[in-house]
């Protein structure tokens, strides 16, 4: 099973500025198939990034990911009011398909 | 436009048993994978098991291997997952989660439902 670490845990950031969040895998992720889900509370996840670096239907392109086999980043450029939420990565290249346990982005 | 509702949650004992349903509409069911993924309450993401588009192919969390089967129905464009045997651990919200892939080969998950809470307790 290959088990993926977020960091940070918690970013306190303001309105505007840059939000970089790394996921890491316990090994090579096949084929870079890595995801990125944003959660609200109360919400559903939302799919943000697939295949490490495209982004999904209707996704601002404030929000982009990078990395191959054990390294991953989500960069959000400059983050607006309504992307203050939960981050999580996931991979889908191997079963059982796992996921981080995600960063919280707050409001500093 | 694409819509999946899952049904069927609510409380029952350890041991018994439950099956969800994840109703869907707005795409072409039979063409594309399924997956179950759950949420304990204040916890992260845990994917439970996925189907394949043709129902042939099936992979399962090791947590909930033997207990739970998930199966699908493409003439009623409904998932479901049978889930036997429930523990306390079990209590979740589980969501219905589509397949972004193609064919038989899987992808993220693109499309969600808004999920269905599973309480287990005496």
């Known amino acids: 099973e290959i088990v993926l670490t977020q960091s940070p845990g918690t970013l306190s950031l303001s309105p505007g500025e840059r939000a970089t969040l790394s996921c890491r895998a316990s090994q090579s992720v096949s084929s870079s198939y890595l995801a990125w889900y944003q959660q609200k509370p109360g919400q559903a996840p939302r799919l943000l990034i697939y295949?490490?670096?495209s982004r999904a239907t209707g996704i601002p392109d404030r929000f982009s990911g990078s990395g191959s086999g054990t390294d991953f980043t989500l960069t959000i450029s400059r983050l607006e009011p309504e992307d203050f939420a939960l981050y999580y990565c996931?991979?889908?290249?191997?079963?059982?398909?796992?996921f981080g346990p995600g960063t919280k982005v707050d409001i500093k | 436009q694409v819509q999946l509702e899952e049904s069927g949650g609510g409380v029952v004992q350890p041991g018994r048993s439950l099956r969800l349903s994840c109703a869907t509409s707005?795409?072409?069911?039979?063409?594309?994978?399924m997956h179950w993924v759950r949420q304990a309450p204040g916890k992260g993401l845990e994917w439970v098991a996925v189907?394949?588009?043709?129902?042939?192919?099936?992979y399962y969390a090791d947590s909930v291997k033997g207990r739970f089967t998930i199966s699908r129905d493409n003439s009623k464009n409904t998932l479901y997952l049978q889930m036997n045997s429930l523990r306390a651990e079990d209590t979740a919200v589980f969501y219905c989660?589509?397949?972004?892939?193609?064919?038989?080969?899987?992808?993220?998950?693109?499309?969600w439902g808004q999920g269905t809470m599973v309480t287990v307790s005496s």
């Open positions: 707005g795409f072409t069911f039979s063409s594309y994978g």
């Open positions: 189907i394949w588009y043709d129902g042939r192919n099936k």
């Open positions: 996931q991979q889908y290249g191997s079963s059982p398909f796992t």
């Open positions: 989660a589509r397949d972004k892939g193609s064919g038989y080969y899987l992808n993220a998950f693109d499309i």
């Open positions: 295949d490490a670096s």
